[in-house]
């Protein structure tokens, strides 16, 4: 089991930017691909960006290449999300997701999930 808790969300005006964070705890983190995800008010959950546990390659969807950078630090079994540049569009319910498989631009198999973090931008 891995147990996922995410931190940072909050409003902010358009343009400006937040920084995401998901401790884990229970497995090795180390030995899990991580990604991000979001879920906006009447729409499907959407796959944002993942994170290797190998090479720590990344993964991004276009909507948030350029702005947005996932990163991890493995000593302190935690997941980040740079957002700069945020818009009314980002904002969503933002959670972070773990699992074994090493695709990282594949959103499925996730296995374990935390309990999300509202992100509200202003415009």
């Known amino acids: 089991q891995v147990q996922l808790v995410e931190s940072g969300g909050g409003l902010v005006q358009a343009g400006g930017s937040l920084r995401l964070s998901c401790a884990a705890s229970g497995r090795t983190f180390r030995d899990y691909t991580m990604g991000w995800f979001r879920q906006a008010p009447g729409k499907e959950r959407e796959f944002v960006a993942a994170i290797s546990w190998i090479d720590y390659s990344t993964y991004y969807v276009d909507s948030v290449k350029g702005r947005f950078t996932i990163s991890r630090d493995n000593a302190k079994n935690t997941l980040y999300l740079q957002m700069n540049s945020l818009k009314a569009e980002d904002t969503a319910v933002y959670y972070c997701?773990?699992?074994?498989?090493?695709?990282?631009?594949?959103?499925?198999?996730?296995?374990?999930w935390g309990q999300g973090t509202q992100v509200t931008v202003s415009s």
């Open positions: 997701a773990a699992k074994r498989t090493i695709d990282i631009s594949a959103a499925h198999n996730y296995d374990y």
